[in-house]
């Protein structure tokens, strides 16, 4: 299912990757955008959006393992897109049987590294929204997480500035949206500490 995550906010739910949510929570990781799985804890998942007329899609995380064994990520399932391809280095033109995780260290899928290649969209995702995703470990199981669909330009999570580019090129949000909407852009891109502006409590 599409997750409206403006929806959640403005309703005072679940807030995703909301800089309001971690300083009302402290450093408590209830609300931060990661997933626990045993040993396993998968931090800031995105997806990359088609471009258009596209249909393929890429998803990118952090996921970081605390326990003494290796484990692999070796599905990504989820109703909106028939298959999901492993690659360990996008340098190389070869799929993997997944991504492995090794022990005590943390793997990072991102654009230029590591990656899977989403293919076969049956349905249309929306930049700027979460999608609802199986992750499957070879030894941990199955999370489910809400991966932020980021623009098809995104070089990280949270992206505020592609997401702009894109909403530019796609008149979203010149039509003076409810500001709620603003307001929720603003706790967003707020939260992004991947580039060093991670605002305090966190
Ligand atoms: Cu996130």
New binding site residues.
């Given amino acids: 299912m599409m997750i409206k995550r403006r929806d959640l906010l403005l309703s005072g739910g679940a807030m995703?990757?909301g800089a309001a949510a971690t300083s009302l929570m402290g450093s408590s990781s209830a609300d931060a955008?990661e997933y626990e799985l045993g040993k396993l804890v998968v931090?800031?998942?995105?997806v990359r959006a088609p471009a258009d007329g596209d249909n393929k899609a890429y998803f990118y995380a952090f996921i970081h393992n605390n326990g003494d064994a290796p484990d692999r990520l070796i599905g990504v399932k989820a109703e909106k897109f028939g298959q999901a391809e492993f690659h360990a280095d996008a340098r190389l033109d070869e799929k993997s049987n997944g991504i492995v995780i090794p022990p005590k260290e943390s793997t990072t899928l991102a654009p230029g590294g590591a990656y899977v290649l989403l293919s076969d969209f049956k349905k249309h995702i929306e930049v700027g929204w979460g999608l609802e995703m199986t992750l499957v470990f070879e030894k941990a199981g199955e999370v489910v997480i809400d991966a932020?669909i980021e623009a098809p330009d995104a070089m990280h999570?949270?992206d505020a500035e592609a997401q702009a580019r894109w909403e530019k090129a796609h008149n979203k949000d010149t039509a003076g949206p409810a500001s709620g909407e603003h307001e929720h852009h603003h706790d967003h891109e707020d939260?992004d500490h991947h580039d060093g502006a991670s605002p305090a409590g966190k």
Wanted: hydrophobic share 35%; proline share 9%; charged share 10%.
């Fill in positions: 995703l990757c955008h931090e800031h998942p995105w932020a999570a949270h939260h």
